[in-house]
């Protein structure tokens, strides 16, 4: 498949198309292709009866065209041209192409859209598969909920795939495909279905990574029998809820190498060396996806790498792990005003105060974001209750009465 690409000259048109295993979005959908690998094919084409290309410059970007890196030429200015991503990420790309007649345009410059993106996503999603229970009305109905939390920052559309097996079955069988991650599904238990059972639960993301849990501590009983009397005498197992960790904690063995792991990542960050220090945390996060600072670590470095979609999703991650994670909120809040999105930050510093009423810091930035949003009356009482929470002489209150002094000769 492949997705069409303008071009600022008349040297060529272009086609991108990606590694095995990339999704594409409908025509007019916002999201961009994805892939669950970090070797990504560049295809393009010459425009009929042109000059042969001399020279084939790539280029990419990070963060939406702001700043541009040049990652090298195609050595035989043929595709399909090999991009090695460095990391997870958006990727947009700009190809300049030459022959005798010219360029098909200057290098990108800061501000330059690219000509098309890819998504690298190299991790699967976090999925908790809280189990099966029974309502009251089970013998009626003959339905079991099925309730599981999944998140991902690229899920698929309907990526929610859920299967049951019986002790005697070698396969899985599939109850339903294709479902929205509403996070619980009605499962009407078909005729002949009773004894132990186990359910599996299967989510993908648009790269196609998958996370598969498995819940085994579901009983059915038989349906009951004309008179009304059970089928069977011998006791029934009711359905059990699973526990509410959001993953499974690792071995002892694995836990403690992935505790070493995140030493050697602390070891690192503190000294600003960050790709290490993002490499060992991803390393002991694999190994244990439950170390809840390690995430928030991760998310940390990749907001200072100006990496926000990447930082929003670690963050998100640690919430889901820790909802009432203080960074991982700070953080998310600080990554929506990166992304000029003040009304999802604000929301987000509102929900810290639930936790944190007193924290000066969070008033000093709900003041900067009303005023952001043209909300001044309400800037300027943010500020306010920063400089009554803050320590005299602290720099927020040295801030904040700037602010408030910025804001009072404008009046």
């Not at 203080?326 to 987000?348: C, F, N, W």
Request: hydrophobic letters at 35%.
């Amino acid at each position: 498949m492949a997705i069409s690409t303008p071009w600022h000259g008349c040297l060529l048109t272009a086609l991108l198309s990606l590694a095995a295993g990339a999704e594409f979005p409908l025509a007019g959908a916002s999201e961009h292709p994805a892939v669950r690998t970090q070797s990504v094919e560049l295809h393009y084409r010459i425009v009929p009866d042109t000059m042969p290309l001399i020279e084939v410059d790539l280029w990419y970007t990070t963060d939406h065209g702001r700043s541009w890196w040049r990652y090298g030429p195609d050595p035989d200015c043929t595709p399909p041209m090999i991009f090695g991503a460095p990391s997870e990420g958006l990727y947009g790309f700009y190809i300049v192409a030459a022959n005798r007649a010219g360029c098909s345009s200057g290098p990108p410059q800061p501000g330059t859209p690219p000509q098309s993106n890819c998504l690298v996503d190299l991790t699967s999603p976090v999925v908790q598969f809280h189990g099966a229970a029974k309502g009251t009305d089970f013998k009626t109905t003959r339905t079991v909920q099925l309730t599981w939390s999944a998140y991902d920052g690229y899920l698929a559309s309907k990526p929610v795939t859920l299967y049951y097996q019986k002790p005697d079955q070698a396969t899985w069988q599939l109850i339903e495909s294709g479902l929205p991650n509403s996070g619980h599904y009605p499962w009407p238990i078909q005729p002949g279905l009773a004894g132990p059972v186990s359910l599996k639960l299967s989510v993908s993301d648009r790269a196609g990574n998958i996370t598969e849990q498995v819940w085994s501590q579901l009983t059915i009983e038989p349906p009951a029998t004309l008179t009304g009397e059970p089928a069977t005498s011998q006791p029934v197992a009711r359905a059990r809820q699973a526990p509410q960790e959001p993953v499974q904690p690792a071995r002892a063995d694995i836990a403690g190498l992935a505790r070493r792991k995140v030493e050697l990542g602390t070891w690192h960050l503190v000294r600003a060396e960050f790709d290490v220090a993002s490499e060992r945390f991803r390393e002991a996060l694999q190994l244990d996806p439950t170390l809840v600072d390690a995430r928030n670590d991760l998310a940390g470095i990749l907001y200072k790498q100006g990496r926000y979609d990447l930082a929003l999703r670690e963050y998100q991650r640690t919430l889901a792990l820790d909802p009432a994670h203080s960074q991982a909120l700070k953080g998310v809040a600080m990554t929506y005003i990166q992304r000029h999105e003040p009304d999802l930050a604000q929301a987000a510093l509102q929900k810290m105060l639930l936790s944190t009423p007193d924290d000066p810091e969070v008033w000093l930035n709900l003041g900067d974001l009303a005023l952001k949003m043209n909300q001044r009356t309400r800037a300027r009482t943010c500020w306010e209750k920063a400089v009554q929470l803050s320590s005299p002489g602290s720099p927020t209150v040295t801030r904040a009465r700037q602010r408030l002094d910025a804001y009072a000769a404008r009046r």
